[in-house]
């Protein structure tokens, strides 16, 4: 989740849940630095939040959505966990 947190990282993501972008695209559409979207784009690779796709001198980057339905489907069931708790009024004793 951490991974995710940052905004300029979520504003990647959210480019990517539409299209396979390469950097110069995501320069342009987020007009961060390339040296700052770069490391950003490490960050999502190491966390294999993207998958690279080489193409001539340039990388494109594509979202892999099973990690994001994966997430979604761990936040879902603390969700559901946290208003069950809620609903029993369930407290540890001090």
């Given at each position: 989740m951490r991974?995710?947190?940052d905004p300029l990282r979520l504003q990647?993501?959210?480019?990517l849940?539409?299209?396979t972008l390469c950097t110069t695209h995501l320069?342009?559409?987020?007009g961060a630095r390339q040296t700052n979207l770069s490391n950003h784009l490490r960050?999502?690779?190491e966390a294999r939040v993207v998958e690279t796709e080489p193409c001539?001198?340039?990388t494109y980057y594509r979202?892999?959505?099973?990690?994001i339905e994966e997430l979604a489907g761990v936040l879902g069931e603390l969700?559901?966990?946290?208003?069950?708790?809620?609903e029993t009024g369930r407290k540890r004793a001090c």
């Amino acid at each position: 989740m951490r991974v995710l947190a940052d905004p300029l990282r979520l504003q990647i993501i959210t480019l990517l849940a539409h299209e396979t972008l390469c950097t110069t695209h995501l320069v342009d559409e987020t007009g961060a630095r390339q040296t700052n979207l770069s490391n950003h784009l490490r960050v999502l690779r190491e966390a294999r939040v993207v998958e690279t796709e080489p193409c001539g001198r340039f990388t494109y980057y594509r979202l892999r959505p099973e990690v994001i339905e994966e997430l979604a489907g761990v936040l879902g069931e603390l969700a559901a966990t946290a208003r069950a708790t809620a609903e029993t009024g369930r407290k540890r004793a001090c």
